[in-house]
């Protein structure tokens, strides 16, 4: 009779009135899990998780301009890129074989108002520059951003009434961005902005304007937290920003409620879903792939990527191996993707090996 273990046995572990060694057979010395460790190939034979460039989105902020490169001071080595840049940087992503990148803009004060009027403008930063690099480069995908907080006046995610953010009313001028977006060539909408209902109202619009191939990654858990300063720094957002935003989006406390955001998401058209921060919430990540087997992101936002780096920069950590560690991380937890400002550097560490 074969003694050889079935693995399913580890499972019933929990449920088992037996003890470990009955399940599992004899352990110490004839179990040494040292031995699959030994060399750098049998580690790479029995890895659970693998990284490469198809798990990979790389955001980019866009400037007015042309030629023009302007550094983001809270995120050391990451630049604003003008349209030009941009193409640019997509084309060197389509290089690396990074699959998608998601476009932000940098807005200047003239141009936001109360309404966030910019966003729904064809030829704003975002759709000029999508249309530029769908031209250049057809073959990459675009991920475009629809929220308000980028074109905002006072840097909310909607419109508001005194302090109030209005979240029905919210909805229309949504729709009208995403199409916008769709109509420039956008390839995949990420409704960011955390109102009730957006995903469905922006299905619906999408629909029925055609676009019915244009899919929908829905930022379903996106949690109100502390580690998005220096993304906000990035387009123009944070001296605009009145009060906070912990009406709209999720308490860091809170894990079930994740769990039912992403349900109603899926239920509204939502074609893929992304947890956000990243590794603050690598349990949110693994509980929503668990729970709904959908094609699962996360998104390894400025203020991870500034921690990172900042602590690399001073000496204290080796930049290249915790940047490689902490996306592997991601897959780990279950992402199938990571948006990440590491991706083009990630990609050819993959590339060169």
């Known amino acids: ?75 050391p080595g990451v630049d604003r890129l003008s349209v030009d840049l941009a193409v640019e940087a997509a084309a060197q992503a389509a290089d690396l074989d990074i699959p998608v990148i998601a476009l932000f803009p940098y807005t200047e004060p003239g141009l936001r108002d109360e309404r966030g009027s910019e966003g729904l403008n064809p030829e704003n930063l975002v759709c000029t520059a999508t249309r530029a ?135 509204e058209g939502a074609d893929m879903v992304m947890v956000k921060p990243g590794m603050p919430y690598l349990d949110i990540v693994a509980r929503v792939k668990e729970t709904f087997l959908m094609p699962t992101f996360a998104y390894q936002v400025s203020g991870e990527y500034a921690m990172l780096q900042a602590a690399a920069l001073n000496g204290w950590l080796d930049g290249e191996r915790v940047m490689m560690e902490s996306l592997l991380a991601f897959k780990r937890a279950g992402a199938d993707g990571v948006l990440s400002y590491f991706a083009k550097d990630v990609a050819e560490r993959l590339r060169d090996g």
């Open 133 to 267: 690099i769908k031209r250049q480069v057809p073959d990459i995908g675009v991920l475009c951003d629809v929220a308000l907080d980028p074109y905002t006046s006072h840097g909310h995610d909607g419109l508001m009434d005194g302090n109030t953010i209005l979240n029905d009313e919210t909805l229309s001028v949504l729709t009208t961005q995403a199409l916008v977006q769709a109509d420039a060539g956008c390839d995949i909408i990420a409704p960011s902005d955390m109102m009730d209902g957006r995903v469905g109202a922006i299905r619906r619009a999408l629909e029925g304007a055609g676009h019915t191939d244009v899919q929908i990654m829905a930022y379903a858990a996106k949690y109100a937290s502390a580690f998005y300063g220096p993304f906000r720094d990035a387009v123009g957002s944070s001296g605009a920003l009145k009060g906070d935003k912990r009406t709209y989006q999720m308490d860091p406390a809170n894990a079930l409620e994740a769990l039912r955001e992403v349900a109603l998401d899926i239920e």
């Open 1 to 75: 009779m074969s003694t050889k273990r079935d693995p399913s046995n580890i499972e019933k572990l929990a449920s088992s009135t037996a003890g470990p060694a009955e399940l599992l057979g004899p352990g110490y010395p004839a179990a040494r899990p040292r031995r699959n460790r030994k060399s750098h190939w049998t580690r790479r034979l029995v890895a659970e998780s693998s990284l490469s460039a198809d798990d990979l989105i790389w955001p980019i902020f866009i400037i007015d301009g042309e030629n023009t490169r302007e550094p983001v001071a809270t995120m």
